[in-house]
């Protein structure tokens, strides 16, 4: 499956962006997918994941309450929302897939990934 990540962007803090994971290739359906950020300097962190169904997602602590991840199976898409931007949310977002019900929290747990997408927050 290829991956195509999108709607990063510069955005001031409080602000809200709405990142797109546009699938490819095999059928999507059948991945979990989960997204990551990885700013400058240090490691590729989770920040939310998806079953297959849809119907488990999961969050990091530092998003739950301000982001939501959702798919759209019509559209080969995962979504990622993120409301109430803050300095420290500013990274290169990534989502990844693997074959699975559900992936781990882990960037290892996924066979595929795409090439990113900027977030920039400004104060």
């Known amino acids: 499956v290829q991956l195509q990540a999108s709607g990063g962007g510069l955005v001031q803090a409080g602000g809200f962006l709405r990142l797109s994971c546009a699938a490819s290739?095999?059928?999507?359906?059948?991945?979990?997918v989960a997204w990551f950020r990885q700013a400058p300097g240090m490691e590729r962190v989770f920040v939310a994941r998806?079953?297959?169904?849809?119907?488990?997602?999961s969050y990091a602590d530092s998003v739950k309450g301000r982001f939501t991840i959702s798919r759209d199976g019509a559209k080969n898409t995962v979504y990622l929302q993120m409301n109430t931007l803050k300095l420290e949310d500013m990274a290169v977002y990534y989502c990844?897939?693997?074959?699975?019900?559900?992936?781990?929290?882990?960037?290892?747990?996924?066979?595929?990934w795409g090439q990113g997408t900027q977030v920039t927050v400004s104060s």
């Open positions: 990844e897939a693997v074959n699975a019900v559900i992936g781990g929290p882990e960037s290892g747990s996924y066979d595929y």
């Open positions: 290739g095999r059928i999507f359906r059948r991945y979990a």
């Open positions: 998806i079953s297959q169904s849809g119907g488990i997602t």
